[in-house]
């Protein structure tokens, strides 16, 4: 169903019409009876980073993990076993990482 508001559409940006059209699950729902530019635009796929892949996305992808943690979830895994020997072979290969990069 499109907005009711006749002046919706002329108070949505343009660029955002264009966005919603390159995206085909977006678009789908927009041209569908049920869909309208808001829940158009909440299934428009995020923009792919650019720039930089490969190792260092991993790496910062895994360093925004950790810090994204919770202190609670800590105190529950205190004295883990397997976290702590999961942690122990991740440092193993930073250490092992960083020496094959410095040398």
Do not use: C, H, Y
Not at 1 to 18: E, H, I, Y
Not at 55 to 82: F, H, I, S, Y
């Amino acid at each position: 169903m499109r907005s009711s508001s006749a002046n919706s559409f002329d108070n949505f940006p343009l660029r955002k019409l264009r966005t919603i059209l390159r995206d085909p699950v977006a678009r789908t729902n927009f041209l569908s009876n049920e869909g309208d530019l808001e829940s158009a635009m909440l299934r428009v796929a995020p923009p792919e980073p650019q720039g930089r892949v490969g190792l260092v996305d991993e790496l910062d992808a895994a360093t925004e993990a950790m810090k994204r943690l919770p202190w609670t979830t800590l105190e529950q895994l205190k004295g883990n076993a397997d976290v702590l020997r999961r942690i122990d072979e991740a440092e193993a290969l930073l250490k092992t990482l960083r020496k094959t990069l410095t040398s």
